[in-house]
């Protein structure tokens, strides 16, 4: 009979998360996800080594648990360090408890991003070796993985999450109970124009949330610009406000931190893709739509017109509203991050979930009366 074939040594469904992508980002959640086919006994280790573009990223011991993932046995050693070449590397050793094959994920809490913005994406190794003291001369256990990561943008001017008072959020759909259907509105302010090449045809939004949100996987129906073109109330249930925080209804809204300007009409959202606590939108490039007016910007022509600047314009507050349905965990209060193209933003406050607390709710009778 045939033998069945022994089990690859790798790494594999490797992964990098980080919640902003913003140079300079501190702290910032960074987190490693990956496989290991071999169990680690004492001394050997997983290192995991970024590159150029990843150069300056710094990540402190200890790591905790992502949600899902393996936890790391007590007795694991952690250190950080640079590699003779520049690049940041993290060795975790085993020591008397042996460090079992399956699914980890470390979670970095007080990463911090490099300083300067990178021309491209950087990747991540991840490997597992024995001797792992003996770095960097190592005997490898499972081969390595390698993982891309997200390039580091360019700082954007503002990015919140707006909480309206006790009296605007029912008009603006929120519902923060646990594991409800709620509306959020986002709003972003840009450095500078999102100057793309004319052959990308879209620029890319990305939501990223914390864990226990979830987004639906379609989500244009329930994605909605804040602008005067867009009158969105009509399309959900409700009597959804639709478009606070503008300049004509801020007088009245003394909880808007911003005015938010009318979302430009020729960038309508093209495709919006949720993936469970994360989304991604898709807008025109507006660099590669139809110049306006006819005919303008003709170099050889002195009466041709200027052209209409069509996207979004640096330091004005744009933004959107999109349904969610909320963690089931009433104890969540972490941050958002957002990036719009070339420029990402810090993270940034979420809300509490609300609902009573039945440890440290009490009620009382105030009255005798039936």
Same mark, same amino acid.
């Given at each position: 009979?045939?033998?069945? /074939?022994?089990?690859?040594?790798?790494?594999?469904?490797?992964?990098?998360? $980080?919640?902003?992508?913003?140079?300079?980002?501190?702290?910032?959640?960074?987190?490693?996800?990956?496989?290991?086919?071999?169990?680690?006994?004492?001394?050997?280790?997983?290192i995991i080594e970024g590159d150029?573009?990843?150069?300056?990223?710094?990540?402190?011991?200890?790591?905790?648990? $992502?949600?899902?993932?393996?936890?790391?046995?007590?007795?694991?050693?952690?250190?950080?360090?640079?590699?003779?070449?520049?690049?940041?590397?993290?060795?975790?050793?085993?020591? /008397?408890?042996?460090?079992?094959?399956?699914?980890?994920?470390?979670r970095f809490e007080k990463a911090?991003?490099?300083?300067?913005?990178?021309?491209? /994406?950087?990747?991540?190794?991840?490997?597992?070796?024995?001797?792992?003291?003996?770095?960097?001369?190592?005997?490898?256990?499972?081969?390595?993985?390698?993982?891309?990561?997200?390039?580091?943008?360019?700082?954007?001017?503002? $990015?919140?999450?707006?909480?309206?008072?006790?009296?605007?959020?029912?008009?603006?759909?929120?519902?923060?109970?646990?594991?409800?259907?709620?509306?959020?509105?986002?709003?972003?302010?840009?450095?500078?124009?999102?100057?793309?090449?004319?052959?990308?045809?879209?620029?890319?939004?990305?939501?990223?949330?914390?864990?226990?949100?979830?987004?639906?996987?379609? =989500?244009?129906?329930?994605?909605?610009?804040? /602008?005067? !073109?867009?009158?969105?109330?009509?399309?959900?249930?409700?009597?959804?406000?639709?478009?606070? =925080?503008?300049?004509?209804?801020?007088?009245?809204?003394?909880?808007?931190?911003?005015?938010?300007?009318? !979302?430009?009409?020729?960038?309508?959202?093209?495709? =919006?893709?949720?993936?469970?606590?994360?989304?991604?939108?898709?807008?025109?490039?507006?660099?590669?739509?139809?110049?306006?007016?006819?005919? =303008?910007?003709?170099?050889?022509?002195?009466?041709?017109?200027?052209?209409?600047?069509?996207?979004?314009?640096?330091?004005?507050?744009?933004?959107?509203?999109?349904?969610?349905?909320?963690?089931?965990?009433?104890?969540?209060?972490?941050?958002?991050?957002?990036?719009?193209?070339?420029?990402?933003?810090?993270?940034?406050?979420?809300?509490?979930?609300?609902?009573?607390?039945?440890?440290?709710?009490?009620?009382?009778?105030?009255?005798?009366v039936r």
């Amino acid at each position: 009979g045939l033998l069945a /074939a022994p089990p690859l040594r790798v790494v594999y469904d490797a992964r990098i998360y $980080a919640l902003s992508n913003a140079a300079v980002a501190r702290p910032n959640l960074m987190e490693f996800h990956f496989r290991i086919s071999s169990p680690l006994s004492e001394n050997d280790g997983i290192i995991i080594e970024g590159d150029r573009y990843t150069r300056l990223t710094e990540v402190a011991c200890w790591p905790s648990t $992502a949600p899902g993932a393996l936890a790391l046995p007590e007795d694991v050693q952690c250190q950080t360090f640079t590699t003779d070449e520049g690049w940041p590397a993290i060795m975790l050793t085993a020591t /008397a408890t042996e460090v079992a094959a399956g699914y980890y994920g470390l979670r970095f809490e007080k990463a911090a991003n490099p300083t300067v913005v990178m021309d491209e /994406a950087g990747t991540w190794t991840i490997g597992t070796y024995s001797a792992v003291h003996r770095y960097p001369l190592l005997e490898v256990i499972d081969q390595i993985a390698t993982a891309p990561g997200e390039r580091v943008r360019l700082e954007m001017r503002n $990015a919140e999450l707006m909480n309206p008072d006790e009296w605007s959020a029912d008009a603006m759909g929120r519902d923060d109970r646990p594991s409800m259907t709620n509306q959020l509105t986002f709003s972003f302010t840009l450095r500078e124009r999102p100057l793309l090449p004319a052959t990308i045809q879209e620029l890319v939004i990305a939501i990223r949330g914390p864990a226990g949100f979830s987004f639906v996987e379609n =989500c244009s129906s329930v994605l909605f610009p804040l /602008a005067s !073109w867009n009158n969105f109330s009509q399309a959900n249930t409700g009597n959804y406000t639709k478009w606070p =925080c503008s300049a004509e209804d801020r007088p009245s809204q003394p909880w808007c931190n911003v005015t938010v300007s009318s !979302w430009p009409e020729r960038l309508k959202p093209i495709t =919006c893709l949720g993936l469970g606590d994360s989304v991604r939108i898709t807008v025109p490039n507006s660099a590669a739509l139809t110049e306006e007016p006819a005919g =303008c910007g003709q170099v050889d022509n002195p009466n041709s017109p200027p052209c209409t600047y069509l996207g979004f314009e640096k330091e004005v507050t744009y933004g959107f509203q999109i349904s969610v349905t909320n963690p089931i965990d009433y104890k969540t209060t972490s941050r958002w991050a957002l990036d719009v193209g070339p420029e990402a933003s810090f993270p940034f406050a979420s809300f509490q979930i609300r609902t009573f607390d039945v440890d440290a709710t009490q009620l009382f009778a105030v009255s005798s009366v039936r």
